[in-house]
C-alpha cells in the first residue's frame, strides 16, 4: 500500500504543475523587442504551465506579431495606447493589475534590466506581494535561487506569497528561439493616463557594437586606461572580436567612458563567453558583474591584481604595450 | 518646502569579503564591520543637498533593523539630517523582513510625519534587491524616479535623469514622490568631528512595526545560502603570443 503512495502524489503535483500560468512583461522601445524579454520567456517556461506575454506601448504590432512566433507562448496580449508612452510604472502597473485581476496568473516575470527593476517592485506591492529580483536559477513552482552580497553568496528560496512575481537574471536563462504560433488578442480596455508621471525624453549612447549584456564578446577597461581617448585601444581590439566594451566604475567615474557601459553590482550583469579585464583590479562590486563569463582573461601590470584570482588566462603587462600588440597579431 | 525622509540601512561594509556561515542559513554578520549602505549616503546628501538650497525644510532619517541600526542614524544625523526614527526589528524577524515590510513601514511613516519626498537608495548592497523606493511609491500611490542622477526642482514636482540600459532618460513627476540615488547622483560629504557630536544632542525617536500598523510576517522562507562555485585559478601567460595561443585553443579567435 505505501509503495504506492508515491504516485498519486506525484499526478497531485503535476496537476498543480498544469495549473501555472505566468504572464511575462514584454520590454521593447516601439520597434524591437529588447533580447532579455526572451531569457524572460525561458525562465517562465521553466516554471511551467501556460505563458503569456503582454506587449504594452504606444506602438506595438511588430512587436506582439514577433513575439506570436517565439516558441512557449501561448499568448500574446496587446494594450496599444498613447498612455504607456515611455513605458511608466505608474501608466503600467494598474494595466498589469487589472490584467492579474482578471485572468489569475500565478506568477509574474520580467527580465531584470532597469526597465524591469523599476516596474516589477511597484506591480508586486499593488498586490501586496514580495517581489524575488534578479532569479539565477528556477528550482520549482515556488523556490527560486537568486545572488547576495555582490554575488559572493547564493540565496535559495522558497516564496509564500499565492502569486509569485520574479525579475530574472538574462544572462543565466537562454533566449527562448522563434517556432511557436501564439494568438494575438487585446487587453479588455481601461484607462490608464497618469497624472503622477511624464516621460520627457532619452538620451541613448550611440554604437555599432553588440549590445553589451547579450554580447559573446566583451572587452573592459579600468582606471588603467587613464584617458578616455585611451579606450580607443580597447575599440581596436573589439573591432578584431565583433566584441562589445564595458568599463569598470573606476572609468565611468572618471569620466573615460559613459556609465551604461559600467559593468559589475551597480551596472550591468554580463556572462559573455570571452570577457577580457583590461587594466581594471577586480574589486568585488565589479567582480559581481562578470565572473559567471565562461573564459575570464586579465591583461593588468599589477601581478597582486585581485582580477587574477578568477581569469582563467592572465598577463601581467603594461596594457598600452600588451593591446596594441595583440590587436596586430590577432 | 518639502519634508524629506530619507532611508538608511545598516549593511555590512562594501569592503568585508563576506563568509556564508557553516550551517548555510545565511551571511555570517556578528563582529563584523558595518557601516551606511553606500547607496543611502547618496541619498543622505542628496536630502541634505535640497536642504541647504532652501528646497528642504526638514529631514528625518529611517531606519528599520536592530537596535545597532542607530548608529546609521547618526551618521545621517551628522551628515545634516535633523532627527532620526529607529523602527526596532531584529532577530529572526529581521533575518526574515523584507523590503515590502520595509516599504509599507516607511510609507507609514510618511504619512504620520506628513512627508513630501522620500530619497532612499537604489538598492543595499547585501540583499541586492532594488525594491523599496518602487513599493514605498505604489503604496503611498506617489511618482517613484528611481535610479536618478539628478534631480530638479521644477514646477510642482521634479525634473529627474535616470540610469538607464541605454543611456539616460529624463522624466517628470509630480510631488510628492518618491526617488531612489544611484550612484552618480552626487559624492556624499564625510562627517565632521563637531558634526558628529552635534549629531548625538539631535533626538532619535524609537518605535516598532507593531507601533505603525505593519504586519511583517515572513513572505519567504530561506532554504539555503551557499557559496558561489569557486572558478578555478588560471595560469598566468608569459607573454602575448602565449595569450593568443590561448584565446585559439578556446576558439575565440581563429
Aim: charged share 25%; with cysteine; net charge neutral.
Amino acid at each position: 500500500m505505501f509503495s504506492q503512495a508515491p504516485k498519486p502524489l506525484s499526478r497531485v503535483f503535476s496537476q498543480l504543475h498544469r495549473f501555472q500560468s505566468t504572464l511575462v512583461i514584454a520590454e521593447h522601445n516601439n520597434n524591437t523587442l529588447t533580447p532579455i524579454t526572451r531569457n524572460a520567456i525561458t525562465a517562465a517556461k521553466a516554471i511551467g504551465g501556460d505563458v503569456s506575454v503582454l506587449v504594452a506601448g504606444k506602438k506595438c504590432g511588430a512587436i506582439s506579431e514577433a513575439l506570436s512566433k517565439v516558441e512557449g507562448v501561448t499568448k500574446v496580449l496587446v494594450a496599444e495606447k498613447d498612455a504607456f508612452n515611455g513605458l511608466t510604472p505608474e501608466s503600467l502597473t494598474p494595466l498589469v493589475v487589472a490584467l492579474q485581476n482578471q485572468f489569475k496568473y500565478s506568477h509574474i516575470v520580467a527580465g531584470a534590466s532597469a526597465f524591469g527593476k523599476n516596474v516589477i517592485p511597484r506591480i508586486a506591492a499593488k498586490l501586496d506581494v514580495s517581489p524575488i529580483s534578479e532569479v539565477t536559477e528556477v528550482k520549482s513552482a515556488d523556490t527560486f535561487v537568486r545572488t547576495i552580497y555582490a554575488g559572493n553568496a547564493v540565496l535559495t528560496l522558497k516564496a509564500k506569497d499565492p502569486i509569485k512575481i520574479l525579475t530574472i537574471r538574462g544572462t543565466n536563462f537562454e533566449a527562448a528561439k522563434d517556432g511557436g504560433s501564439a494568438a494575438i488578442e487585446q487587453c479588455p480596455d481601461g484607462d490608464y493616463n497618469t497624472n503622477l508621471s511624464e516621460f520627457v525624453s532619452q538620451e541613448l549612447t550611440k554604437s555599432d557594437r553588440p549590445e553589451l549584456t547579450s554580447a559573446k564578446v566583451i572587452i573592459s577597461g579600468g582606471r588603467g586606461l587613464k584617458s578616455g581617448d585611451n579606450f580607443k585601444l580597447l575599440y581596436d581590439l573589439a573591432d578584431k572580436f565583433g566584441a562589445a566594451v564595458g568599463a569598470s566604475r573606476a572609468a565611468v567615474d572618471a569620466g573615460y567612458v559613459p556609465n551604461d557601459l559600467q559593468i559589475g553590482q551597480t551596472g550591468k550583469i554580463v556572462a559573455p563567453d570571452l570577457y577580457i579585464a583590461v587594466g581594471i583590479s577586480g574589486a568585488i562590486q565589479h567582480l559581481a558583474g562578470m565572473k559567471d563569463s565562461k573564459t575570464i582573461v586579465a591583461i593588468n601590470k599589477d601581478p597582486e591584481a585581485p582580477i587574477f584570482q578568477v581569469a582563467d588566462h592572465g598577463l601581467v603587462a603594461d596594457l598600452f604595450k600588451a593591446v596594441p600588440e595583440l590587436t596586430e597579431k590577432l | 518646502m518639502a519634508r524629506v525622509l530619507v532611508g538608511v540601512k545598516r549593511v555590512v561594509d562594501y569592503a568585508v569579503k563576506i563568509r556564508v556561515k557553516p550551517d548555510k542559513t545565511g551571511v555570517a554578520t556578528e563582529g563584523i564591520k558595518h557601516s551606511m549602505n553606500p547607496f543611502d549616503e547618496i541619498a543622505v546628501e542628496e536630502a541634505v543637498q535640497m536642504k541647504e538650497k532652501k528646497l528642504a525644510s526638514e529631514i528625518v532619517a529611517v531606519s528599520v533593523g536592530p537596535a545597532q541600526s542607530q548608529e546609521v542614524i547618526r551618521t545621517a544625523l551628522a551628515m545634516g539630517a535633523d532627527r532620526g526614527i529607529h523602527v526596532d526589528v531584529s532577530g529572526a524577524e529581521y533575518d526574515l523582513l523584507q523590503p515590502l515590510h520595509v516599504s509599507k513601514i516607511l510609507a507609514k511613516l510618511a504619512q504620520e510625519e506628513k512627508i513630501d519626498l522620500i530619497i532612499v537608495g537604489k538598492q543595499a548592497i547585501d540583499d541586492d534587491s532594488n525594491q523599496t523606493a518602487q513599493m514605498t511609491a505604489a503604496l503611498l500611490d506617489w511618482p517613484q524616479g528611481t535610479f536618478c542622477s539628478k534631480i530638479e526642482k521644477t514646477g510642482d514636482g521634479f525634473t529627474i535623469t535616470r540610469e538607464i540600459d541605454g543611456g539616460l532618460e529624463t522624466i517628470k513627476t509630480k510631488s510628492p514622490a518618491v526617488l531612489s540615488a544611484d550612484l552618480r547622483l552626487n559624492t556624499p560629504r564625510y562627517a565632521t568631528l563637531p558634526n558628529i557630536m552635534k549629531a548625538k544632542k539631535k533626538p532619535i525617536k524609537k518605535v516598532t512595526p507593531k507601533d505603525l500598523g505593519v504586519d511583517t510576517a515572513a513572505r519567504i522562507e530561506i532554504v539555503s545560502v551557499n557559496d558561489p562555485p569557486v572558478r578555478q585559478a588560471g595560469a598566468i601567460l608569459p607573454d602575448v603570443d602565449a595569450l593568443i595561443g590561448k584565446l585559439k585553443e578556446g576558439g575565440h579567435v581563429k
